[in-house]
């Protein structure tokens, strides 16, 4: 029964299904009936769990593919770090000349520890505290994506005081809706993200009241996982009109959004479509893009053990070692994850609620999942897992956060991106 590496069927109430589907990759993927994540037998990495492993070799690979698919526009790619900030993923794109998207002094902070260069780094964000600005002005942070006028204006005073001008994007909320999730669209008029157009507009026309800003750029985020192109197009068209007046504004940052497939069946853009509906609109301009699921989602799996089967109110439950607290997506926006054992099976598949160990209902990691009959100590890797997951890791429940594991671009040699925690590490900070 076995096919193409991704393409194994098996029968689910007579249904027939693709095991993982399009979730399996070049480089998570079945090879002689053992999931591998490259060269890795990742049964060798789950010995404890839960744990996650990222294909830095996949990472850079989803880089270059956004990179070639703008390659006609100047195009500048600030890999998005709310995505995923381990130090290992930033040292890679950035070795690739990728520059970083932060959201707080702390992302910036690390992006700069793991080697980019101030210049190269993007400060993004709603709600920017003084002490942050203050700092990545020292800091000499290259691009400021301004979101608020007490913002500008206290950006203005620090850099008058330290005798430094910085560059700033304005965020344009453009008043469109994006097809997406409502918790991650960000472009609708009720979002708490950017500034209308008006008062875009009315920033614009008094310039020389904020005598150290460099107004350079106008920045766009309509949302993450966007389903089509339409409403990006809509939302820099309406920047640009914006802009037309100032010719002394040559850059667009178009933010980020290209979406990545977590289940089978979806038909969603690609880069290159992107930037083929772009491209007539933007083909003068510098544009700046801030991609992060779309670069590490489908590099990274979160593997964890079963802990127990039961069988209850008509339903399979098996109870893992991962929970809520090591991925939240689930749980907060209703995300789908394909699950698979990490031995390849030979028979029928059946439906199973897949939860975790925390006490909350929605605790649960995947719904009607199909997977073969399983037993307390095997070991399951949930798919689609770089994005969102890390970075969004909770101590919960007193549940000590899990190791990272990077795969290097070599496919073969690993390193532990980040360590396990402890108990004594739940306590360190207090007194």
């Known amino acids: 029964m076995q096919l193409a590496a991704g393409k194994w069927q098996a029968t689910i109430h007579g249904k027939m299904l693709r ?21 890795v037998d990742l049964s060798d ?29 100047d195009a500048h790619i600030h890999y998005s770090a709310k995505a995923n900030a381990n130090l290992s993923i930033l040292q890679a794109l950035i070795s690739e000349g990728a520059g970083i998207d932060a959201v ?42 301004v979101e608020n006028v007490r913002e500008l204006e206290r950006l203005n005073d620090i850099g008058r005081e330290m ?17 997406t999730h409502p918790y991650i669209a960000t472009g609708h008029g009720g979002a708490k993200f950017g500034l209308t157009a008006d008062v875009v507009g009315e920033i614009l026309r008094r310039q020389s009241d904020f005598p150290a800003v460099d107004f350079a750029g ?13 409403a990006t197009h809509t939302a820099v068209n309406t920047a640009l009109h914006l802009i037309s007046p100032y010719r002394h504004i040559r850059t667009v940052n178009i933010g980020g959004g290209l979406p990545v497939a977590y289940e089978e069946g979806k038909n969603l853009p690609t880069p290159r479509e992107f930037a083929e509906t772009l491209y007539p609109l933007l083909k003068d301009y510098s544009i700046i893009l801030e991609p992060g699921r779309s670069i590490i989602a489908d590099a990274g799996v979160l593997l964890t053990e079963v802990l127990y089967v039961k069988r209850q109110a008509g339903q399979r439950i098996i109870i893992v070692d991962a929970s809520m607290t090591e991925l939240i997506r689930p749980a907060l926006y209703q995300a ?3 699950i698979v054992p990490l031995a390849q099976p ?28 399983v037993k307390s100590g095997d070991k399951l890797a949930i798919l689609t897992a770089g994005a969102y997951g890390m970075v969004m890791a909770s101590n919960y429940n007193a549940r000590p956060r899990p190791a990272e594991i990077a795969v290097l671009q070599d496919g073969m040699s690993q390193k532990v991106a980040r360590r396990r925690e402890t108990l004594e590490d739940l306590v360190r900070l207090e007194q």
Not at 349 to 371: I, K, N, Q, R, Y
Request: net charge neutral; hydrophobic share 35%; proline share 5%.
């Open 218 to 230: 106008i920045h766009i985020h309509i949302g993450s996982q966007l389903g089509d192109t339409v």
């Open 19 to 39: 095991y993982g589907g399009n979730m399996l990759n070049d480089s998570i993927r079945y090879i002689a009936g053992r999931l591998k994540i490259d060269e």
């Open 45 to 73: 990495l789950a010995r404890e769990t839960p744990t996650y492993v990222y294909s830095l070799k996949r990472a850079v690979g989803n880089y270059r593919s956004i990179r070639d698919a703008f390659a006609d526009l």
């Open 163 to 179: 005798g430094k001008r910085t560059r700033v994007a304005l965020r344009l909320n453009p008043d469109v809706t994006a097809n």
């Open 104 to 145: 707080s002094a702390g992302e910036a902070y690390r992006a700069l520890q793991a080697g980019c260069e101030p210049e190269k780094v993007v400060f993004a964000g709603v709600g920017k505290r003084p002490d942050e600005l203050r700092w990545a002005v020292e800091k000499g942070i290259g691009w400021f994506n």
């Open 336 to 338: 789908r994850h394909a």
């Open 346 to 373: 030979s028979g029928e598949l059946a439906p199973a609620e897949v939860v975790g160990p925390v006490c909350e209902s929605s605790d649960t990691l995947g719904h009607a999942v199909p997977l073969p009959d």
